[in-house]
């Protein structure tokens, strides 16, 4: 089995269990599809990007990309994530590469269209 890479999908994070289980049904497609994928927060709810780390560094993982389940890139994505990435990659002696936020793909856009369409049906259909 090839433990080399792993794709991190991160997620802001928040106290609130709800918000995070919403992530997490969110990913579950692709966490079924990829091997070695997995949720991480960036704060407020564990497992954090270092816990995602280590524990693939005591598998064997030495190569990442973070693929952050955010809209657009904001303060966030252009200063903190990279800076706790260039810490990451440091402390564990490994490469991480950050992808564009999940927003930039227009694939999204399509998505969001095609849910549109289903809330205008439900809502145009007459109830019986």
């Not at 997995?38 to 497992?47: R, S």
């Not at 706790?84 to 402390?91: R, T, Y």
């Amino acid at each position: 089995m090839d433990h080399s890479h792993q794709i991190i999908l991160l997620a802001h994070g928040s106290s609130d269990q709800r918000w995070c289980e919403t992530f997490e049904r969110l990913a579950e497609p692709t966490l079924a599809a990829v091997p070695h994928s997995t949720v991480a927060y960036m704060e407020l709810a564990e497992p954090s990007m270092d816990t995602v780390i280590a524990q693939g560094k005591s598998e064997g993982i030495n190569s990442y990309t973070v693929v952050p389940l955010f809209l657009a890139a904001g303060r966030h994505l252009r200063k903190d994530v990279p800076e706790m990435i260039e810490a990451l990659e440091q402390e564990h002696h490994v490469s991480i590469r950050l992808a564009d936020p999940i927003g930039y793909n227009p694939k999204l856009g399509l998505a969001i269209r095609d849910v549109v369409q289903e809330e205008l049906a439900s809502a145009l259909t007459p109830a019986h």
